[in-house]
C-alpha cells in the first residue's frame, strides 16, 4: 500500500501544481509564444497526436492568441527530423514561416522547457499538448523559469490515450527528479536569437538573448540519443 502511494505521489503533486495554470483555445491569456511539443513521426509527416498539437497552435495564432510558435523535437538523427515537419505542417495551415522557430534539440520536455529559458529567452508561453501531457509540461517548464499555461489537446479514449496515460505515471518520477536537481539538458548550446526576431517582424517588445547572438541554435550532434 505504501509503495502505490510513494508510486503516485510525483503525479498527485505534479497535477495539484498545474491544475490552476491550464485553459483551453478560448481562454487562455494572450501570450508572444507557444511552445508545441513533439510527438513522433510517421514517414516524414507528423503522428496524429502531434497533427493535433499543430492544429491547436495554428489556431492560437490565428486567433491572436500567440504571435510566435517554437517548435520543439528530436532531430537526433539524420532521417529523423520532428522541428522541420513540424514547421512544414503549420506553414501549410497558414502560419507564416517566419513566425515559427525550431528547436532541433528538444528530445525530452525538460529540455524542451530549459532550452526556451535559456537558449530562445522565453519568459512567457502558452503550451500546447495531449491532455494526459500538458500538466507535466507546465510544471517543467515553470520549473525552468518560465511562465506557463497550458492548453491540453483533447483525444478519444483510444490505446495511444491509454499508453499515454500509464506513461505519465512514470514520467512523472522523472519530472519530480528534474525539479529538484535542474539538471542541463542534453544539448545546451549558444543562445539564440530567432524568437525575438521573429516577435520583432510581428511587432512584439523584444525580449532574450542581446542582438547579435546566432539566429539559428545549432542542430545537435547526429550520434545524440533521444532522452
Known amino acids: 500500500m505504501l509503495a502505490a502511494v510513494a508510486a503516485l505521489a510525483p503525479a498527485t503533486w505534479m497535477h495539484a501544481a498545474a491544475e490552476p495554470r491550464l485553459r483551453t483555445t478560448a ?45 520543439t523535437g528530436d532531430n537526433s538523427r539524420a532521417e529523423y527530423d520532428e522541428p522541420d515537419a513540424m514547421r512544414a505542417y503549420l506553414v501549410e495551415r497558414g502560419v507564416p514561416d ?48 518560465v511562465e506557463s499555461y497550458g492548453v491540453g489537446v483533447a483525444e478519444p479514449h483510444d490505446a495511444v490515450w491509454y499508453y499515454g496515460g500509464v506513461r505519465e505515471l512514470a514520467a512523472a518520477g522523472k519530472a519530480a527528479l528534474d525539479v529538484a536537481f535542474r539538471p542541463d539538458p542534453t544539448f545546451l548550446g549558444r543562445e539564440e536569437t530567432g524568437v525575438q526576431e521573429a516577435l520583432a517582424s510581428a511587432g512584439a517588445p523584444r525580449t532574450g538573448p542581446p542582438a547579435g547572438s546566432p539566429d539559428r541554435a545549432p542542430r545537435p550532434e547526429r550520434d545524440v540519443p533521444r532522452a
Open 98 to 145: 517566419g513566425r515559427i522557430v525550431s528547436d532541433y534539440a528538444g528530445f525530452d520536455s525538460w529540455d524542451s522547457c530549459v532550452r526556451a529559458k535559456k537558449i530562445f529567452g522565453v519568459d512567457r508561453a502558452v503550451l500546447v499538448t495531449q491532455g494526459f501531457h500538458v500538466r507535466r509540461a507546465v510544471t517543467l517548464c515553470q520549473a525552468a523559469g
Open 27 to 71: 481562454d487562455v491569456p494572450a501570450q508572444d509564444v507557444a511552445v508545441v511539443f513533439g510527438a513522433g513521426l510517421w514517414k516524414g509527416r507528423p503522428t496524429p497526436y502531434l497533427a493535433h498539437r499543430l492544429d491547436t497552435a495554428a489556431e492560437l495564432y490565428r486567433t491572436g492568441k500567440v504571435k510566435v510558435v517554437l517548435v
